[in-house]
């Protein structure tokens, strides 16, 4: 029922830019806090940023924090991560995630998307 799906993932240049969007379907999108996550191969799946569910708070990942923003757009059920300045370590599939509670562990979210393709070239 409850359906995330990413987009905006790709290649892109170290130094770079890009704008991962998260549509949301089939639950009450503006009840719900969101996050973003990535994960690499051989690497857990880590914690990037969330957004209460009003958009009232924003928290970041140490190593994300100053050159990325959260964003959510209730209106149109969709979460967005824009990520500047990116790395080689940027690399990874980003998921998204939602659930009534939050946070910033991959246990206290129960809604995730398929994954988005970020891939930082030297």
């Known amino acids: 029922q409850v359906q995330l799906v990413e987009s905006g993932g790709g290649l892109v240049q170290a130094g770079g830019s890009v704008r991962l969007s998260c549509a949301a379907s089939g639950m009450p999108f503006s009840s719900y806090h969101m996050g973003w996550f990535r994960q690499t191969p051989g690497k857990e799946r880590e914690f990037v940023a969330s957004?209460?569910?009003?958009?009232?708070?924003?928290y970041y990942a140490d190593s994300v924090k100053g050159r990325s923003t959260i964003s959510r757009d209730n209106a149109k059920n969709t979460v967005y991560l824009q990520m500047n300045s990116l790395k080689p370590e940027d690399t990874a599939v980003y998921y998204c995630?939602?659930?009534?509670?939050?946070?910033?562990?991959?246990?206290?979210?129960?809604?995730w998307g398929q994954g988005t393709q970020v891939t930082v070239s030297t």
């Open positions: 957004i209460t569910w009003n958009g009232g708070s924003t």
């Open positions: 995630a939602a659930d009534l509670a939050g946070g910033l562990s991959t246990r206290m979210y129960h809604h």
